[in-house]
Nanobody
Framework: QVQLVESGGGLVQAGGSLRLSCAAS????????MGWFRQAPGKEREFVAT????NYADSVKGRFTISRDNAKNTVYLQMNSLEPEDTAVYYC?????????????????????WGQGTQVTVSS
C-alpha cells in the first residue's frame, strides 16, 4: 500500500505561482513512478505531468515543472505563469508500471494509488 498526501494548493492571481507537494508513504513508495493529474469542474480528469519520463501535457509545457526528492519520498509540481484555465483539483498518483512514452504515462488507469487532491484556484 502507498499513501499519498498532497499540499500546497490555494488561491492565486493569474500570472502567479504555486508549488504543490505530494508526500508518499508506504514500504515500497520509492519504487513507484509519480504523476500529477487535475480535474476541473464539469470536466474529465486530465494528465499534467509525470516524474519518470518527464512528460508534460501540452497545456502546461514551459510553465509547470515536476521534480522528485527521493530521500523525502516527495514529488513536487512547480506551477508558474498560472492561468484561470489551470483552476482544478490537482491529484498526485503513483504507478508501478514502467512507461517510456507520453501515451503510457498519461493513462490514469495505469496509476494504482491516488491522493485526496488539493484545490488550485486562479483568479483573473
Amino acid at each position: 500500500q502507498v499513501q499519498l498526501v498532497e499540499s500546497g494548493g490555494g488561491l492565486v492571481q493569474a500570472g502567479g505561482s504555486l508549488r504543490l507537494s505530494c508526500a508518499a508513504s508506504g514500504r515500497t513508495a520509492s519504487s513507484y513512478a509519480m504523476g500529477w493529474f487535475r480535474q476541473a469542474p464539469g470536466k474529465e480528469r486530465e494528465f499534467v505531468a509525470t516524474s519518470d519520463s518527464t512528460n508534460y501535457a501540452d497545456s502546461v509545457k514551459g510553465r509547470f515543472t515536476i521534480s522528485r526528492d527521493n530521500a523525502k519520498n516527495t514529488v513536487y509540481l512547480q506551477m508558474n505563469s498560472l492561468e484561470p484555465e489551470d483552476t482544478a483539483v490537482y491529484y498526485c498518483a503513483a504507478r508501478s508500471r514502467y512507461c517510456s512514452g507520453y501515451g503510457c504515462s498519461a493513462r490514469a488507469d495505469y496509476y494504482e494509488y491516488w491522493g485526496q487532491g488539493t484545490q488550485v484556484t486562479v483568479s483573473s
